[in-house]
């Protein structure tokens, strides 16, 4: 159904390229006139934050190539178009004294260059353009090009050059009589099998185009369909015969997934180890909001992902797009790479509504007491994040990202692994951040809810009357952690520090002795009323706790952190408000 | 048309592996007719007859789980089988540690499916030049005269069929999809006291019906529109319009 959907959505998308073409950005462009020499050299790229990028062209396609020699219709790269040794492979043959074959290789290139052009159909070859670009490469003249400025960048970058004729607007590959020849052999197609995308007879395609913009894969791009081991093959059948996929199909998922994978593309959004696209069977207004919902806010538009959620959660009730009862086919894609290949991470279908109250069921979940610095909604990256070690983006478990979209958006239990990850994280570190309690919360109340159990959902702030061992346990702790640092001791180590771990696994060990610290610390504070006032608070904690457990289990563990997180934000807001009470 | 049987099968994972997306797997949506005629055949096959699937039922909720897991990545080439050959002698080992490879896969999780065939009988010759040892029985002859001769009794497969699946007994252990997941099977005689299927009703795309080896030296795969209607997938009959490849 994945490359089903695709194929429907470049139906869907009349501004795609049509077969045979593809958008490419172009650094330069070679200004020839009809008697086939250079008018001018022109630098099509404009400054992109700290990048160039050249402008997009409408071209013909790339044709697939690995090692061997296969030249593009009327563009390419420096070593196709001129024949130039690119500076970096220069040296390097140089060093392992394979020079003459790199210039061998060179010369092969040019040469495929030309006789890709000179096998035009005829039409083509009467074309003027197409003419001037034949004697350009007969002339073979690279003083004409030295006069011009932009000539040492197009020497040593090696990037991607066409031509124009003087006096055009369009390119010589976007000349008329070009474009009807390579739409034309694009199209006649030999049938020869039936396509599995589209059940119609069609020529099976034998490589499909690569798929660029997965992050991690290769540049040049990387494939779902390949069959590149023998252990891939069925029944001696060669390349994409294994799986026969009409050309016409093969052309069409390819570049509807270019497209939604591509630099500009609103729909595509990074998650994790997985580069996620999404797209809907008709226009949807989720379409856009997704990224802003999903991924960390940009810095110059900080407010983006909060609009993005508050309009999903507004929409129906200020009646601006029907966002809820939407039943449009709403589709989400997650892709990893895999050794040249590219695996499918998760792969979800559902509607526009159900996909919405899916994600705000989600929010819902989440949402925990956080200090004003924190912003309310929290990007999955954060999530993940935070149960990483040292909380950076290469640590994240793999394959947790895709677990989680999955959650998320099926509406299912989160993975058990990011809970543990959270309270493993929490313990290492000695402290519950908002994210791990979020994420926590999020898990338990999910758990909870799904299995339909009698579990005592967890609040967003101090519940008073959860009477959970672990949750109560968490307190008491905040609260003796509060004792200690009113007492004002000189200390290195905190309670916290030193006792957060145990405290939280094996209550029994530790804090026996910690309600006898508790006397002294208490002892130590200057204020009588604070200090009746705290052992008021601790004896109502206690009151639930008949002993003190030998251990908590896992989901306890999580009940301590979030009784200790909700006590200690509850003990530090009310301090403050007494102070602006004062 | 002959009895139908219908055989419960469940297990924790299954893949029917997309042919398009086989290498780095994903499954279809849902067990595919050659995956159901291959459990069946596993309980009772013959070179003298041919299971038909008609029905294929979901009976648990389409869930997902993605795995890595090591898979080997080359084959014994011919061309080292026909040196040893002629040698006499010769190394045809492979060496899993060395030819591995990691490959990620999209699996089902918690299925289970009533599957519903038929079978019938065919010309034992099919086989002849596969299993020459199988098929004593002369090639080429008519329907009734094969149905007369003693060993190829439409009776008694049945029995045959009957009497195992009731056992639990197979000839190897059926599996959903992929060998690694093995699943469990029980003959359902009464369909009445049985649940309903789940309830979705979607569009499942061309899904692979199964290959046809009319053509030993080419096997063509066929493939048919599927479609999940109200947890149910009607499978065409294998000549028909609808199935093409």
Redesign the interface.
Known sequence: ????SLYDYYQRKTDLPREGFEWKEIPFVIEVNTSGSVVQIEDTRKQEGNKKRGKPYYIPQRVKKTRNVVANLLWGNAEYVLGLPNSKKLSETKSKAKETEYRKNLKDKREAFIRKIKSLPPPCQADEGVRAVVRFCEHNDYTALERFTEWKEVQTSNQNITFRLQGDIELICQRQAVTDAVSKSATTATPDG?C????D?DEIERLHAPIKGVMGAPKAGAD?????????K???KKQGR????GKRSAFSYTTALNYLLGKDSRQHLQVGDASTVFWADKPSPLEDQLPDIFEDDPVDDPDRGALAIRALYKAPHQGIAPINDDQTRFFVLGL?P??A???????HVGTVAELAKSIQQHFDDLEIVRSRREKPHLSVLRLLRAVAVQGQRKNIP??LS??VM?SIMGRLPYPDTLMQGAIRRVRAEREVTYPRAAIIKACLNRRASIAQTSEKEITVSLDHSNMNPGYRLGRLFAVLEKIQEEAGLDITATLRERFYGAASSTPVTVLSNLMKLKNHHLAKLENRGRRVNLERLISEIMDGVDDFPSHLNLADQGRFNIGYYHQRHALFTKSTETKQGD | MAKSYCLEVSGDFACFT???????R?SY?VMTPSAARAVFESIVWKPAIRWRVTKIEVLKPIK?I?V?RN?????V?TRNVQAAMRAGSGNLGLYVENER????G?FLRDVAYRIHAYFELRDPGFHKPHFPHLSNVPINRGEDDLLALPENNTVKFMNMFERRAFHGQCVNQPYLGCREFACAFRLVEDLKNEPRPIDVTK????M?YD?DHSNSS??K???F?ARLDNGVVHVPAWESEEV??
Do not use: H, Y
């Open positions: 159904m994945i490359l089903q039936v599995l995308i589209t059940g007879t779902i369909i390949s069959f590149n081991r023998p252990a891939f069925s029944w001696g294994n799986a026969p996929v990893v895999n050794a290949r590219i695996a499918i991470r998760f792969w793999p394959n895709g677990e999955r | 997309r042919p398009e997306m086989k290498v780095e994903v949506d997902w993605s890595r898979e080997v990545k080359a084959v080439t490879q990691q490959r990620a999209l569009e499942l795309g061309w692979l290959l080419d096997p795969p066929r493939f529109p093409r490849g």
